[in-house]
């Protein structure tokens, strides 16, 4: 099966970014987890960008703060889907700088924008690209869905009940 490469700007992301790591981890899905700067290493962007899809990677989730412009600057390099996680990091001023960073791209370079620090859904999305021509994650994902509504339909149920 395909891989999905985590790729994010500093170590500082990477708390945030573990949420995407584990959920992938949790449809038993291979991670590779690495730092990639298109400010601070701009030779290695440009290594992995081109590479990737050799690589064993279907899918690309590329976090980053601030002048956030990893997952674009990935997204113009490499023919993968990649999915951008604007990280709220100490050098954002209060998160937009970085969503607008990712969101905003030019026509023809798609990045598929997830909410500020959405590493989670980034990890479910790409689950989801690799799930459809992939039985086995795709029936995984229908049990983890099935689980979100139960969890619902209990927590309405516990409402109801002590509100009586
Ligand atoms: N946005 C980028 C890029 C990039 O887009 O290439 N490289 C690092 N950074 C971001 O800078 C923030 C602060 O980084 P440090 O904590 O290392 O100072 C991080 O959120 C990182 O993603």
Not at 120 to 126: D, E
């Amino acid at each position: 099966m395909k891989k999905v490469a985590v790729i994010m700007g500093s170590t500082s992301d990477l708390p945030i970014m573990q949420d995407a790591v584990d959920i992938l981890k949790g449809f038993d899905i291979d991670v590779d987890v690495d730092i990639v700067s298109a400010h601070r290493t701009p030779e290695k962007l440009f290594d992995f960008g081109k590479n990737a899809h050799k690589n064993g990677y279907a899918v690309i989730i590329a976090g980053a703060g601030g002048a956030a412009h990893l997952p674009g600057m990935v997204a113009s390099l490499s023919p993968l889907p990649v999915i951008g996680v604007p990280v709220k990091s100490s050098n954002s001023i209060d998160g937009w700088d970085s969503v607008l960073s990712i969101l905003q791209m030019p026509g023809g370079v798609p990045v598929a924008t997830v909410a500020l620090d959405g590493a989670k859904n980034a990890g479910i999305l790409a689950a989801q690209i690799i799930g459809s021509s992939d039985k086995c994650v795709m029936d995984k994902i229908e049990i983890y869905k099935k689980g979100l509504k139960e969890k619902v339909i209990k927590g309405a149920e516990e409402v109801k009940g002590s509100s009586k």
